[in-house]
């Protein structure tokens, strides 16, 4: 693999997934007397380090390609099939299960915010070193 691709999508990405996992493990107990499902917490986790590898390989998929245009949809399309997927995810969740940890949810969402500041920001680094 390229270490311009590793650097710019791969390694914030594995980064921060280790980080979030290492601090559900670690404080687990905390989170869970706070209200907080941990369980939850690093499901939501893997989900969306999934999705957003899914999304950078679209990304350097989009690369190849010579229109413009393309970055915009390879956006558009990842953030998409995330947002959806997570939108299911949620709902499977709270349908199936009796006792929901709103704010695990919550958290989930807000590491999806902080995963597709990862994925967009390695995309722009990678097609303006592209293109240049």
């Known amino acids: 693999m390229d270490k ?26 905390r989170l869970n007397a706070n209200g907080i499902d941990s369980d939850i917490l690093l499901l939501g986790n893997i989900i969306l380090f999934l999705l957003t590898i899914i999304a950078c390989f679209i990304h350097i998929r989009a690369s190849k390609n010579n229109n413009p245009y393309a ?16 939108a299911v995810s949620v709902v499977v969740y709270f349908s199936v299960t009796e006792t929901q940890s709103i704010y695990a949810v919550g958290i989930a969402m807000l590491l999806y915010i902080v995963y597709t500041i990862f994925e967009v920001r390695g995309a722009v680094k990678f097609y303006r070193k592209k293109n240049s």
Do not use: H, Q, Y
């Not at 590793?6 to 914030?12: D, E, L, S």
């Not at 970055?71 to 997570?86: D, E, H, N, Q, W």
């Open 71 to 86: 970055f915009v949809r390879a956006v558009t399309v990842a953030s998409f099939l995330k947002l959806i997927v997570i």
């Open 4 to 29: 311009n691709i590793f650097n710019n999508f791969f390694r914030p990405i594995v980064i921060f997934f280790i980080l979030i996992n290492a601090l559900c493990l670690s404080f687990s107990k």
